[in-house]
């Protein structure tokens, strides 16, 4: 078997154009992996084979891949940066045991590398951090460098630091042994001599280094004590604090050079060794008690001689059929057995196992703990669910995934293309678990519901081009909710008699608002037995169930309490029946009494611009019911922070280039639930109710 301390399972991950795939391609140049190499600007990278990531320059999926270095078997994950597809981030993020951070040398910390940065502080994974394109105009690595201290409030470790700025960038001193790596102009990564440090940077390294010693000997108490006493650490000794602390999260090793130019690589994939850790050094996954969701104080250790354990974190359809990747926790698995799915109750035979390259794959015949791979063939497994030894059933801590906050109607163009649209989209829902696909009972349409205009644009383009499905695609309706003001006490009665028995429930109640984000509570304080405790779920089920649509404009209700206090009953006629029904008229005779009211989703918005245009942007930004947070002035322009209602951002991105004359970029993810303004509310319930009566 093979050795685990060798094993590196890696994900790399920033902000949309920082680099990532471009660092990606370098490492398999590298490694020996592929010959030639691709470059996103072209559309040609080996990591990005879709025909909608090729055009686009953008990773709209993750990628995995198998390298080696100096002995050590990587598994590396190339993952998108676009906010619409933050999944792919958090599932990668989940099954990783360390990861690369990317940030681009003149951009910084951009939104997107905090939203991620955040999903790897939640998920506890150890990162080196990489700072890039430090050949490009306005790149500044002690900028970026102080940024990650304040806004991402995590300690940068400087390993190496640049020579020479922007277009002068020739190399990076290695902090550590003091040595200057300098490359030549021929753009292959192997060219570089290992020379004495520049003259006018030794007071500058030897700060740095000093630095580096003192935060690395604060891992080891009888070292830190010989240090204090003038002696110095082995480099050894050194490198396995490091490792340490890197392990621990208390700093994170960071790395700077130019992927595209070929400079600072090798040092970077030398601290992939020496500091990320192996997968027998992370804290082991939870296993979970499949009723509850909680941790059973069980953890799946990672070792080849426990039960086969594995987690599947993403689905994807290719051309020779469903590929299943899993992430193997413990023991090991050959071609031919058979594993459970603890989500399904279900077994399956593992027909083929393979080893994925981008889109190409090397066919397997066993793997164990530790591994990352694809199955082919298997049915029924979704993103999230535990595969496991039948004798040893178990579940894995689950993953959980945002809401979707936009959608569209699409109907097929011609009418017999209906079924293959089903066909295709089942399989897309499988691939995505934050695209999610109803049909609207009153019209029929199909409403597809995603994270972002550019995720559900991306979706309809793979219906087009994938499955030859062309779509009629109606305008993007925003997920409105729906919440009650007032608390009120109320009382209703469901009465029936038909011939023998009849049906009888009274309940008496009170509804109040919960607080923000706080769901649908139901509590009782019946006393002396007017309604038997066995009616109360059934009560619980009535009210629970009409909560899918509001009074005001069918949208579905948040935040809402009840507390049963009183009722009545018929020793005969009562049933569990007759209180739900009780409870559902209780809903629909007091809701419209408790103040409802509309809510909106409201997104964080984070727009840069150059300095020029920022009074543009700002009164845009105002005239579209935003309110401006924070504006951060940065080297190329500003970054203006808002919260604005969904509602009013479709399209944003036309108006946004024209003010700044194509210079300005924006993000914005789902922020939180706001009551709406009267007047937007009134317009919006009378649409609402105009499209009812027009379908009947």
């Not at 003001?485 to 109640?509: L, M, N």
């Amino acid at each position: 078997m093979a050795d685990l301390s060798l094993y590196r399972n890696i994900g790399i991950f920033a902000h949309v154009d920082a680099g990532k795939t471009t660092t990606t391609e370098r490492i398999l140049k590298l490694t020996g992996k592929i010959h030639k190499l691709g470059e996103v600007h072209d559309g040609e990278s080996t990591m990005d084979f879709m025909e909608q990531e090729a055009e686009r320059g953008i990773t709209i999926q993750s990628a995995a891949t198998t390298c080696f270095w100096k002995g050590h078997r990587f598994n590396v994950i190339d993952t998108p940066g676009h906010v619409d597809f933050t999944v792919e981030v958090y599932r990668s993020l989940k099954v990783l045991d360390g990861g690369v951070g990317v940030f681009c040398g003149s951009g910084g910390v951009e939104p997107q590398s905090e939203t991620n940065w955040r999903y790897a502080n939640d998920a506890e994974v150890s990162r080196l951090i990489f700072v890039n394109k430090l050949d490009r105009l306005g790149a500044d690595f002690f900028r970026v460098v102080k940024q990650i201290k304040n806004v991402l409030a995590a300690n940068p470790l400087v390993m190496t630091l640049p020579i020479g700025r922007e277009d002068q960038f020739v190399g990076v001193v290695d902090v550590l042994t003091k040595k200057a790596y300098v490359w030549d102009d021929s753009g292959q990564p192997e060219n570089f001599e290992i020379k004495d440090v520049p003259a006018d940077m030794v007071d500058m390294v030897e700060e740095y280094h000093e630095q580096l010693i003192e935060a690395a000997v604060e891992q080891d108490d009888d070292l830190m004590m010989a240090y204090m006493d003038g002696e110095m650490p082995s480099l050894e000794d050194i490198k396995r604090c490091i490792r340490k602390g890197t392990r621990d999260l208390a700093f994170f090793p960071t790395y700077c050079g130019s992927a595209f130019k070929n400079k600072g690589m090798q040092l970077l994939l030398d601290a992939v060794v020496d500091y990320l850790p192996s997968p027998t050094e992370v804290i082991p996954q939870d296993i979970t008690d499949e009723e509850t969701g909680e941790p059973t104080g069980k953890v799946a250790t990672v070792s080849v001689d426990e039960p086969f354990r594995a987690l599947a974190f993403k689905i994807m359809d290719d051309r020779f059929g469903a590929l299943t990747f899993i992430r193997v926790y413990s023991g090991k698995l050959n071609k031919g057995d058979s594993i459970l799915n603890s989500a399904t109750g279900k077994t399956e035979r593992v027909g083929r196992m393979v080893e994925m390259h981008a889109n190409d794959r090397n066919e397997l015949t066993s793997c164990q703990a530790g591994d990352i791979l694809a199955i082919v063939g298997m049915k029924n497994v979704k993103t999230g669910h535990t595969l496991c030894d039948p004798n040893h059933p178990c579940t894995l801590e689950p993953m959980i995934f945002p809401e979707p906050v936009i959608s569209i109607a699409v109907a097929p163009k011609d009418k017999g293309a209906s079924e293959k649209l089903g066909n295709a989209l089942s399989k897309m829902v499988s691939e995505d678990p934050t695209f999610i696909v109803e049909t609207d009972e009153d019209s029929g349409e199909t409403i597809l519901k995603g994270m972002g205009e550019l995720h559900l644009d991306i979706k309809v383009d793979i219906l087009k081009r994938t499955h030859g499905v062309e779509l009629i695609v109606g305008k993007p309706q925003v997920a409105y909710r729906e919440t009650i003001t007032k608390a009120i006490e109320d009382s209703y009665t469901h009465k029936k008699q038909s011939g023998g028995s009849g049906q009888y429930g009274k309940i008496d109640y009170r509804i109040r608002p919960g607080e923000p984000g706080s769901g649908f509570k139901f509590t009782s304080t019946v006393v002396g037995g007017n309604v038997p405790k066995e009616f109360f779920p059934a009560i619980e089920k009535g009210f629970k169930s009409m909560l899918d649509t509001g009074t005001l404009a069918g949208f579905p209700v948040l935040d809402f309490e009840v507390e049963l206090f009183d009722g009545g009953f018929h020793a005969v006629d009562s049933s569990a029946i007759a209180f739900e029904i009780a409870a559902k008229g209780a809903f629909r005779q007091s809701v419209p009494k408790a103040g409802p009211q509309l809510l909106e989703p409201i997104m964080k918005v984070d727009v840069f611009t150059p300095e020029d245009h920022v009074g543009d942007v700002i009164g845009d930004l105002n005239r579209r019911r935003g309110m401006i947070k924070d504006q951060e002035p940065g080297a190329t322009g500003v970054r203006v922070k808002a919260e604005v209602p969904l509602a009013e951002m479709f399209g944003y991105i036309g108006t946004l280039r024209t003010m700044t004359s194509g210079r300005g970029q924006f993000s914005m993810e789902f922020a939180h639930y706001l009551p709406c303004p009267a007047n937007v509310a009134e317009k919006v319930i009378a649409e609402t109710k105009a499209k009812k009566e027009a379908k009947k």
